[in-house]
């Protein structure tokens, strides 16, 4: 293993990488991980120099908070390969503040900027060559933020660990989506952890998704906590509904603290305002959904995340009601994917100044 150190980051490198052994004909989302990680510890009130080592298991006890308490908080982020070899990160310093959002609602100490972002590169440009470059595909890179402290007491620990993993990936859904309203289970309520990519809330939504699963729905739309009326987001996606030429979607942090602010949605409304698509950002009933559906104007329902990137919905059912969306040929799903596909790939100028070069 050979050691150095680049912008205050320690790296050591494998001395075993597992490149050749990928394979990166079947990727299969979320099942592969690269050869190096990112760890930096928290440890009395002090964060410790980050270091860059290779992937590997964790080495902690079973007294460890984060087992307990589910405080740990985490990130969802690519990495893009243009076509002559150059990489960029989307908008990074979103992600960042977010992740520091969460981990203030979880009561855990701000990560410092420099270890995210100049980490994230650092690690980003040693496994480079484990950026996928078929058509969709990208190295996933997944920040995770952790408390350590062994102690079975229910209060915020006093050592915590934030690590960052990277995987090639391609399709996060493959095949229609369909989608179900809950109007039972919630995801998140006013006040609540909602708005924070925190790691209980994925947890809690698999139980209520794995029964829409058996009746045929990938994918749950979460209605608001209290009447079970408004149209939240989709768990892993923000959700946009097209009703005639306009967009609707739910409005997130401040007007509401249930939803997570995507960095996607974010992207989708500026291109869509930009090239001359109204937005409402707004609390969406279901009922004005159906009363489209039945007017034939409910034109698109389409998703939106970093994972997923921007999924066409194909169906929705709200208790007995349910439609099948129409499929169109320049859909705005399609259109928007597409320009925010060209910015992430370098195939296009950027205006917004989103692309972030790490090579
Ligand atoms: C992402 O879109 O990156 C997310 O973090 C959602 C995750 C559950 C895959």
């Given at each position: 293993m050979t050691s150095?150190?680049?912008n205050n980051i320690v790296i050591e490198k494998t001395a075993h990488s597992k490149l050749s052994q990928?394979?990166?004909s079947h990727l299969v989302f979320g099942k592969l991980f690269s050869d190096h990680m990112l760890?930096?510890?928290y440890i009395d009130g002090k964060w410790q120099t980050p270091k860059i080592m290779p992937y590997q298991p964790l080495p902690y006890e079973p007294s460890a908070k984060v087992f307990h308490y589910g405080q740990a908080v985490f990130e969802g982020m690519k990495a893009y390969k243009d076509v002559n070899g150059?990489?960029?990160l989307f908008r990074p310093e979103e992600n960042f503040k977010r992740m520091n959002n969460s981990a203030k609602r979880l009561g855990m100490p701000p990560i410092p900027e420099a270890y995210f972002l100049q980490g994230i590169k650092e690690l980003v440009k040693l496994d480079k060559d484990w950026i996928p470059t078929g058509p969709g595909e990208s190295l996933y890179i997944r920040p995770v933020y952790i408390a350590t402290e062994n102690a079975v007491a229910a209060s915020p620990s006093n050592s915590y660990r934030f690590?960052?993993?990277?995987?090639?990936?391609?399709?996060?859904y493959s095949g229609d989506v369909k989608v179900k309203v809950e109007d039972k289970f919630s995801r998140a309520c006013d006040g609540g952890v909602?708005?924070?990519?925190a790691a209980g809330n994925y947890a809690a939504q698999f139980y209520p998704t794995e029964k829409a699963k058996k009746e045929g729905f990938q994918q749950i739309i979460w209605t608001d906590a209290r009447e079970h009326k408004y149209l939240e987001e989709a768990g892993t996606m923000n959700i946009f509904f097209r009703i005639g030429d306009k967009l609707l979607t739910a409005p997130t942090v401040p007007q509401s603290s249930r939803i997570l602010p995507g960095v996607t949605r974010k992207s989708i409304i500026q291109l869509a305002e930009d090239n001359g698509v109204e937005v409402e950002v707004r609390p969406i009933e279901i009922n004005e959904i159906i009363e489209a559906a039945q007017n034939d104007n409910l034109k698109e329902i389409f998703g939106a995340g970093t994972a997923a990137t921007v999924l066409p919905i194909s169906g929705i059912k709200y208790k007995d009601f349910y439609t099948d969306l129409p499929q169109l040929k320049d859909s705005y799903a399609e259109r928007f994917k597409k320009m925010l596909m060209d910015i992430q790939y370098n195939r296009t100028d950027d205006p917004y100044g989103w692309r972030v070069p790490v090579l």
């Open positions: 150095e150190v680049k990928a394979d990166f760890v930096a510890d150059q990489v960029f690590m960052v993993m990277t995987s090639p990936a391609g399709k996060y909602g708005y924070a990519k």
